[in-house]
């Protein structure tokens, strides 16, 4: 047998797999770049409790700002700012979802941010239901959810789900002051 064959077959497979290899690591560190980029969210979404302390019953005064944090135009549906709202405390969690489930967003109902633009909103959110009547530090969470893709006539509308920061508010029982405030 001829030593210069044998060594010649693994030589030619080593070879085929050291180009295939180099072939391929400018092709995944481009593709990885492009995949944190995609990563990146078009929106940010900021959420304020204006008053973070409430007697029971009463209810929360709720700031969301929706920043656009990209260089091109995005459109957005303000009706789906409050798509999920999330609130825990120690013991417990509740969580609403509004599904606007129905025709296309039509023109008329977005806004249009430009880039760095913000849209903000602020709402009173109720707390009369049972899961608020015991007092304590509870955490809120909001996302926003549009589910039309892009068509014709809104080819900027965001789709996604975007989530806010999660901020921390206090129920107080005002009775039990107003009670021991009493001589």
């Known amino acids: 047998m001829n030593t210069t064959t ?34 990146e969210p078009e929106l940010r979404y900021r959420l304020i409790v204006l008053k973070p302390s409430v007697c029971q019953n009463e209810g929360i005064m709720l700031e969301v700002e929706l920043q656009n944090t990209r260089d091109h135009k995005i459109s957005i549906n303000p009706r789906v700012l409050f798509h999920e709202i999330s609130i825990s405390r120690d013991g417990g969690a509740t969580s609403s979802t509004g599904d606007l489930m ?26 009369k239901d049972k899961f608020f009547s ?14 039309t893709y892009a068509y014709s006539a809104l080819p900027d509308l965001y789709a996604g789900v975007v989530e806010s920061n999660k ?11 107003r009670q021991g405030a009493r001589p």
């Open 6 to 39: 044998s060594y010649k077959y693994p030589v030619i497979v080593w070879g085929c797999f050291f180009f295939l290899a180099c072939m391929q690591a400018a092709p995944l560190g481009q593709n990885s770049r492009t995949i944190l980029a995609q990563m």
């Open 167 to 177: 901020v921390l508010f206090e129920i107080k029982d005002c009775e039990e002051t």
């Open 102 to 127: 129905g025709p296309k967003v039509r023109p008329d109902q977005t806004v249009d941010l430009t880039a760095g633009q913000s849209y903000r909103k602020t709402i009173q959110y109720s707390l």
């Open 134 to 147: 015991l007092p304590g530090i509870y955490s809120i969470q909001v996302s926003y959810g549009q589910f």
